[in-house]
């Protein structure tokens, strides 16, 4: 009796958790039952710490055709096609073994997108790591880097943009959040609802083994014996030619008809996908794991149950069907097998040829776990502290400089150039050539714009306004290809929600992406959460991840960030407040400190709306956000991106009662740098700063001005490829 | 002029590939384990990662029946293009001279690029590939260049991956064989990036050799 109650403790389960369960069985759990209660009542399946709250997001819209407790989400994008797409986390895995974290990271999102019956056609990254002097996080930078592009490259899929963010907080905790965007005929897409009793289960794609026993690996101990060869590797290992082929495999079942619903196996491996499919469906399913292709003859019921191993997918399938689907998997050479049934029994039985080794009801198993409330407790002041890197009295050359250089600005190139960005010839816009991707979509006759944000500094600041950012960015970067939002997906990173700070950080967040969905009219579509992110000196910086995919009527009238023609003017447009709370510039002072202002939502909506409508009237040459380092930094990108100079004059900044250094460093959302026409620009009602010209730019703020060279600024930016190539 | 594109489990660009040999003519693809080419004047090898690039890139691919069937098509002068993981399926079976090996820098690396075609025009193409840095032994690589069969170079300081002699592509003795590493199945489209990758398909179209 005494071992039970450790091993339900061991594996995650409370002791009240555990009496629940028994009192639903009417008994106690034997082993089988105890690892998949235990996988399904944890935080990453049941939302146990955070479903209450993801309640309060906006979820319908007229594009909505699939919404959250799908694989993934999916907008309509016209002419009979949707997109489909989520963004999901694989941070553990990552900080254990980066390159297959990560590459399992890729695999699993593609799995969800093409489970819908969407073919992938596009992935983005969120990456945050330790600072870049760090040893570690240059390894775990690298391992990811090569992972991400080890498996979308091989399995040719285009990586089409992303981010990275090098902060002190995720120093033992990096951040691995991918997204995939798939493309699909909204006819032919399925849902993942097991149905018709009598029905059989197929499981397809690789064998499985006992890689990425997870939470279960102490039941695994304790039944392989002790010693330390029993531990097994918790991190998934990857192939992206399984998934290739599975992938095409599945893609042409779908298309033949010959499924009636699809899941691919994730967390929690055939636990989570069959009783998912089994209480979506509202039916029950018998698995025999004596049916189930393994790697090693010797597993254990559990452990074939619990198996994380990748590139699997459960199918659904009429009786009458099952010869042409397993005929089409060896065509694929993909693996196959019928493993079990639906049935009408509402329970989840296990089975080993005859014997009956787990048998739960659907509801307790899937549904029952018990939700918490939060105790959250706002924090009395900043609790990550500060590294000052910039001396006090650098001149505003050095410092924009500095700001340029510093990893988290910096260009990404020497990550970007790792990844294939244009496989699928629909990239109409690659990484960093514009504020967001741009991928045409010739079977809708139109093109999508895709991006993805969340800095977690500013999120940490104040977890309502940052989060609320966190959206507008998005918005804004849509907007500065002439995209619409029409849904929305996020992943969110905090640390253990059972703390009173990370609690009230996940609580104010949640409001903050609510609020802004609700009032920029975009549906959240999708989600993941990623809880107890936390190390050795505390919860990460409390990170947001959103991804947003919009619509833009032409892909030939879009607009890249690059100053185009000499003589352009230089314009902003939007409620661009500049503040240096929650900064670069606050950070690299040393001088961070809570509170952020008050994002006017309206008033951005209002901005994106004139750009979006500006650039797909063909009068901008370039739009780019005022993000990371503010004005300056985003000038000099513009400069750089277009190889030609400027100069700018940010008076008219300072009379709307800036100082210089909040001019031209001070962040906020809301500000959009163009250039064109200087009447196409004052029609915008845009404030004039600048012009377009020569090989240096120059800054003037009233009395104070500086000129710096365009190499000068170029080298600063382009310094990661320097710092991560020391030969090169 | 119908074109074949090969598919094998595990290809990439195929799709690509098929969609600019339809804007030159007819074009269809050819499952790796079709033997017979009946009907297609020409074959392209696409990119990809073929049977998961297990062993070497390209070294299984090489044996598969579509394989057998491309090279009895190039040994009676057909055309035939192979680009990236192609060109390395073309190595690998003998249709051409040399190797592809690892970049030099040990990354995979996707950039637009300048190709040199021999009359000095340049093709803006983007490459993409981990193992892309040709080799011959030196005594090889002068027969090539005396030979004429050096199709593209990539520009001066663009050699992405450390190929000898800045070699991007290269050619058979007769000239029907093509390899290159760049893309251009992804140069075929103005919103994409460039059109210049349609001359090497019409190059190529071009190539086939009376018997």
């Given amino acids: ?51 209450k709250l993801l309640r309060r997001l906006p979820t319908e819209g007229e594009r909505v055709v699939m919404g959250p407790g799908e694989n993934a989400g999916a907008v309509d994008v016209g002419n009979g096609h949707a997109v489909a797409f989520k963004v999901e986390s694989h941070n553990h895995p990552s900080a254990v073994e980066p390159f297959q974290g990560a590459a399992t ?103 499985t083994g006992r890689d990425g026993i997870g939470g279960a690996s102490v039941l695994a101990s304790a039944e392989l014996g002790d010693g330390d060869d029993a531990k097994r590797p918790t991190v998934q290992i990857g192939d992206p030619f399984e998934e290739s082929k599975l992938l095409e495999c599945c893609l042409e079942l779908l298309e033949k008809g010959l499924l009636v619903s699809l899941q691919d196996l994730g967390a929690a491996g055939l636990t989570s996908s069959a009783g998912e499919m089994a209480s979506a469906g509202g039916v029950g399913i018998d698995l025999d794991v004596a049916k189930v292709p393994l790697r090693e003859a010797d597993m254990e019921p559990f452990e074939i149950m619990v198996s994380e191993s990748q590139e699997r997918m459960l199918g659904v399938v009429e009786p009458a069907k099952v010869a042409e689907v397993l005929a089409l998997c060896e065509k694929w050479q993909t693996g196959a097998a019928e493993i079990g049934v639906v049935t009408d029994s509402g329970h989840v039985r296990v089975l080993r040829g005859a014997d009956v080794v787990g048998d739960m009801p659907v509801a307790a198993l899937v549904d029952g776990c018990p939700l918490y409330d939060l105790e959250p407790a706002e924090p009395e002041g900043w609790i990550y502290g500060n590294r000052r890197t910039l001396a006090d009295d650098a001149s505003a050359e050095e410092t924009l400089l500095a700001l340029l250089s510093s990893p988290s600005v910096a260009s990404k190139r020497w990550a970007f150039e790792q990844y294939d960005s244009v496989v699928g010839s629909r990239t109409v816009r690659r990484p960093e050539s514009a504020d967001a991707a741009v991928l045409q979509i010739p079977e809708a006759g139109n093109a999508i714009a895709v991006s993805i944000d969340g800095n977690g500094r500013r999120v940490a600041c104040d977890p309502y306004a940052g989060t609320v950012e966190a959206v507008l960015e998005c918005a804004q970067n849509l907007a500065c290809v002439g995209g619409e939002p029409l849904g929305l997906t996020n992943c969110l990173n905090f640390g253990n929600p059972e703390k009173p700070i990370p609690a009230w950080q996940l609580d104010r967040a949640v409001n903050g992406l609510a609020e802004s969905c609700e009032a920029l009219g975009v549906p959240v579509v999708g989600g993941n959460v990623s809880l107890y992110n936390e190390g050795p000196e505390g919860p990460i910086y409390p990170t947001p991840v959103v991804g947003m995919v919009g619509e833009l009527p032409d892909p030939a009238s879009t607009c890249g960030n690059a100053f185009a023609r000499e003589g352009d003017a230089i314009g902003l447009i939007g409620p661009f407040e500049p503040n240096l709370a929650g900064s670069e510039l606050a950070k690299l002072r040393g001088e961070l400190d809570v509170g952020l202002p008050q994002p006017d939502v309206p008033a951005v909506a209002a901005a994106c709306a004139t750009v979006r409508d500006a650039v797909r009237a063909g009068k901008l040459s370039s739009a780019h956000d005022v993000s990371d380092g503010g004005l300056a930094c985003a000038i000099a990108e513009c400069a750089i991106a277009g190889g030609i100079g400027c100069e700018v004059d940010l008076q008219p900044m300072r009379e709307r009662g800036c100082s210089p250094v909040e001019a031209l460093f001070g962040e906020g959302p809301g500000g959009f740098l163009l250039s064109g026409e200087r009447e196409a620009l004052d029609a915008l009602g845009a404030m004039h700063v600048g012009e377009v010209g020569g090989t240096t730019i120059e800054f003037a703020a009233g009395d104070r001005s500086f000129t710096v060279g365009l190499d000068a600024v170029e080298s600063a930016w382009r310094s990661l490829d320097s710092n991560l190539e020391p030969s090169a | 002029m119908r074109w074949g594109v090969l598919q094998f489990p595990g290809s990439c660009d195929e799709r690509d590939a098929l969609h600019a040999c339809s804007l030159l003519g007819e074009a269809r693809l050819v499952w790796h384990e079709e033997r017979d080419l009946a009907g297609i004047d020409a074959v392209v090898v696409p990119g990809g990662f073929s049977y998961g690039d297990y062993l070497r890139a390209g070294a299984i691919a090489r044996f598969s029946p579509a394989m057998e069937a491309v090279a009895e098509l190039a040994a009676d002068g057909g055309p035939v293009l192979g680009i990236c993981n192609g060109f390395q399926v073309l190595c690998e079976a003998g249709l051409l001279p040399g190797a592809l090996l690892l970049n030099e820098d040990l990354r995979f690396h996707c950039r637009q690029l300048d190709l040199l075609a021999e009359d000095g025009a340049t093709l803006s193409i983007p490459a993409k590939h981990g193992e892309g840095r040709y080799y011959a032994p030196d005594d090889v690589l002068d027969e090539l260049e005396a030979n004429g069969q050096v199709a593209y170079r990539y520009a001066p300081g663009q050699n992405p991956n450390g190929s000898a002699r800045d070699i991007a592509g290269v050619r058979n003795e007769a000239g029907n064989v093509v390899g290159l590493m760049p893309h251009p199945e992804h140069a075929v489209d103005p919103l994409t990036g460039s059109t210049d990758g349609l001359r090497v398909f019409k190059e190529i179209a071009a190539a086939g050799v009376p018997i």
């Fill in chain 1, 105 to 207: 990271g890729v695999g699993g999102i593609l799995r969800d997108v093409f489970a819908l019956g969407a073919r992938p056609i596009a992935i983005l990254d969120s990456l945050r790591f330790g600072e870049l002097d760090s040893v570690r996080s240059r390894h775990l930078l690298d391992g990811a880097v090569r992972g991400i592009g080890h498996y979308g490259n091989s399995i040719g899929v285009a990586t089409v943009g992303g981010e990275v963010y090098f902060e002190g907080p995720y120093e033992h905790n990096c951040l691995v959040n991918a997204m995939c965007v798939g493309l699909a005929k909204t006819g032919d897409m399925v849902r993942a609802a097991a149905a018709g009793v009598g029905n059989a289960v197929v499981l397809m794609g690789a064998s």
């Fill in chain 1, 1 to 51: 009796m005494t071992v039970e109650v450790a091993k339900h403790r061991e594996l995650g389960l409370t002791d009240s958790e555990f009496d629940l369960i028994v009192e639903k069985l009417g008994r106690e759990p034997n082993d089988v039952e105890l690892a998949m209660f235990s996988l399904l009542w944890s935080e990453h399946c049941a939302y146990k710490h955070s479903r």
